[in-house]
């Protein structure tokens, strides 16, 4: 995933900053089934992860305009 601009950088802290809006986002996304660990610009699933939970996940992280500029799944 690529983050705006004002939530890179080592200040920023990205997907790990205490900012409430990426904190419930962080509390949403542990939700989801095979969430390994999210790290300050990716989320890791279980190499098992089905498709369909890719997909909606993707999705998900698509609206978050305000944060996120581009999904990339890996």
């Given at each position: ?10 200040e ?13 986002l962080r ?28 997909e ?19």
């Amino acid at each position: 995933m690529l983050l705006r601009g004002e939530w890179t950088g080592p200040e920023a802290q990205g997907l790990l900053s205490s900012d409430q809006r990426v904190r419930t986002l962080r509390k949403v996304l542990v939700t989801y089934p095979d969430v390994r660990h999210i790290l300050p610009d990716r989320i890791s699933l279980e190499a098992t992860t089905e498709q369909s939970v890719v997909e909606t996940l993707k999705h998900f992280l698509e609206r978050q305009h305000w944060l996120l500029s581009t999904v990339v799944i890996e």
